[in-house]
């Protein structure tokens, strides 16, 4: 390495990308236009590096406002002695004693958190000169702990068990590793968003089919519930009786009409529900869980932290974890989360705020590392031309990242921030 | 009324105080400034309002620049046509397209919606030239619940319930309307800050107790454990065996170490531990309620949001239900989780984020309207020098606000805004 790559100069940026009409709409999000608030960080040794996290549009800048004051503390720093006690960083960081009244460990604070993690884990890897995911891998048990917060979780996940587990693995890792040339298989959010008519989602269905995919999410949640009824028979239909459906009410019901809701599009076999109701209420959570078996619960994009995921995961709330790199605080919550979920043994289906770009490293490690099984990663190419390294899906499939980093740098952002 | 009191300015305000040495700090905040994000309403008659919510210093701009989106809908719209819809209002703020994914409904997003909600009331109550208390009391059961967002809770409390349970306590108001003239109790939380030390709690203590006050508040979940049990030993000898006695954690203690201390305090007969852990772990604080008996749990403090109480107050992980109407969004949301909390026979004794001021009108609401039984209400006077109409507590009880409005009014606000 040239240098220990010091932390010089770090800058908050937003960015905004208007997306076509009717993309990204949903039960609750109906005008949004994808906003990126965007940690920029630079080294003494000329390295730049690039952490995100997901905004509809209005109040990106407020998140923006909270990575200046809350990444002050990573100046100065190398980015291997950052790294080197990363926990202690974020934990310091999420309980800035003024900061931390404003969530605690929640909404634009998080957030800002998250965007500031996923940064720092962007020039470790740069500085190290490999993909994310290989530097993950190559960590240590305790290396890799040691960049996790694993505070409030001692009476399910202890700092020794969190090792024991990633440990427990290395052995059966061979096994695993052909997932990084067969690639990690993706699944299709773009052809159902809630704006879209019935002409476009056949179109794109088919479209996609054609492209390697087999699995398919549509928006639902609509006010008009015939609607939502109607457009998931006629995706069964064009998509085929051996395609994998899952329907996203984006909490948009209550309890009672989540109730109904999910029965009367059972006779559709989705491989789950996502967001049925609001991301705080787990006991609806639970309730419906166990009223709408074998339908499955999906959910996690609007959940905050490893706190609240530990209540999700313990409680039957749901079965597929919808963790969320770019909403909990970073790659480290992330890995956390994941780590709660091996041991708790439930699959992590990350939500991908960041379009994939960062989470097709993480499911690698996941998968690898941990054992998660191999399922999909939601694939939305919204804003692919905007990454100087989109992520490669051929065949529906995600092909493993080769470039340095967390394949966050973002088209034209250091004229920007120069 | 003169006037329609339309809306005609909206100005948020970044108020700060700082405070002397020591006060206000407690296991996780140690050097608050405590700051008001202010809502200041100007309308077409002359009036103004006030709407505040508490942070402790660094990111109050934040919760301002929030408020600057968020209160957008309330420009030129004439108060009573205003209120006689708030639950909508409240509603279509609080879900926003783009600023809902801040949240949802917690957070910065949240606190601004607290502030622009207290300043709607407090001018409703002026352009009736009542005070607040009064204002609610007169609304019909109706009316009332027209101004409270019930969404998410139907399956625990629908409309028609909150309107019958208003309803089934009229008859017996009467017997309750004592206390606007006895005034409600009132308990000192300023005796025991995390950083005084042993003599001041002890002269502060006595003080208080000379002032009428019986029960106390004493900062616990220090790094060192032996000195919150001798400073809990402390204030029991000083205070006498009748006082009441709380220990507040602040949130600090992990589940392990929760449970030990509650146990090793509960020697010295305290009402309540409050916030014994994570705000967010619902299931720590189950089993710590049920591991603990007959010590109670109290919390609310950060709890953001109706949802997240009803989880609490259903699965008996709390016995006090310390509702803030400046955590909350506002009056509107308190009153909400009030009638919950009657509801499932529970009793809401506020955290006072706005140091008394607003509860003050809500408490005697609750009693008198909802049949809430009387407890006490947090006194903590630092900022009483600020506010236009501070609480008059006197003999340890607070006297029934007159004059016109929440009480929220500051010094110096109206020549800040000119």
């Known amino acids: 390495m040239p240098g220990s790559s010091a932390i010089t100069r770090i800058t908050a940026v937003d960015m905004r990308y208007p997306l076509p009409p009717g993309a990204g709409t949903d039960a609750v999000h109906t005008n949004p236009e994808y906003s990126l608030a965007v940690t920029h960080l630079e ?3 000329a390295q730049s590096a690039t952490g995100i996290t997901l905004t509809l549009g209005e109040g990106n800048r407020l998140v923006c406002n909270a ?7 990573l100046l100065g720093r190398a980015i291997e002695d950052l790294m080197a006690d990363f926990g202690s960083v974020s934990r310091q ?5 003024a900061m931390r009244w404003l969530g605690p460990h929640k909404g634009v604070v998080h957030l800002a958190l998250a965007s500031i993690t996923n940064a720092c884990f962007d020039l470790w890897a740069k500085a190290r000169g490999v ?14 702990v040691g960049t996790l917060d694993l505070s409030y979780l001692e009476e399910v996940l202890p700092r020794q068990c969190a090792i024991d587990l990633i440990r427990s693995h290395q052995v059966s890792r061979a096994e695993r590793e052909g997932i990084l040339k ?10 159902g968003w809630m704006a879209y008519d019935d002409d476009k989602v056949r179109e794109l269905t088919k479209r996609a089919l054609a492209r390697g995919f087999s699995a398919f999410k549509l928006k639902v949640g609509s006010a008009d519930e015939s609607r939502d009824i109607r ?16 329907f996203d009410a984006n909490q948009q019901w209550n309890l009672p009409t989540a109730m109904r809701m999910c029965r009367d599009l059972a006779v559709l076999r989705p491989l789950w529900i996502e967001e049925p109701t609001h991301p705080d209420d ?20 609007h959940i905050p932290n490893r706190v609240v995921f530990k209540n999700f995961l ?25 780590l709660l979920a091996r041991r708790l043994g439930l699959p992590v289906v990350p939500h991908v705020g960041d379009m994939g770009q960062l989470h097709q490293h993480l499911v690698l490690f996941n998968h690898i590392a941990l054992g998660h099984e191999v399922n999909f990663l939601e694939h939305i190419p919204h804003l692919r031309q905007h990454f100087v390294h989109p992520a490669q899906v051929e065949g529906g499939v995600y092909r493993t990242p080769q470039e340095p980093g967390a394949s966050l740098d973002l088209v034209n952002l250091s004229v920007i921030v120069a």
Not at 282 to 296: D, G, W
Not at 320 to 336: H, I, K, W
């Open 67 to 73: 990575i200046e004051i809350l990444a002050r503390p």
């Open 93 to 97: 960081i999420a309980n800035d004693s």
């Open 282 to 301: 787990l006991m609806a959570h639970v309730e419906l869980a166990s009223a709408i078996a074998p339908v499955k619960v999906a959910a996690g994009e």
């Open 43 to 45: 080294t003494d040794d």
């Open 314 to 338: 313990r409680s039957g709330a749901m079965h597929y974890v919808q963790a969320d790199a770019t909403r909990l605080a970073g790659v480290s919550e992330f890995l956390t989360v994941s």
């Open 231 to 246: 457009r998931a028979h006629m995706l069964r239909e064009c998509a085929g009786d051996s395609a994998t459906l899952m």
């Open 131 to 144: 993909p994310l995911w290989r530097l993950l891998l190559e960590l240590t048990p305790e290396e890799l």
């Open 182 to 191: 067969s690639g990690y298989p993706g699944y299709d959010t773009s052809i």
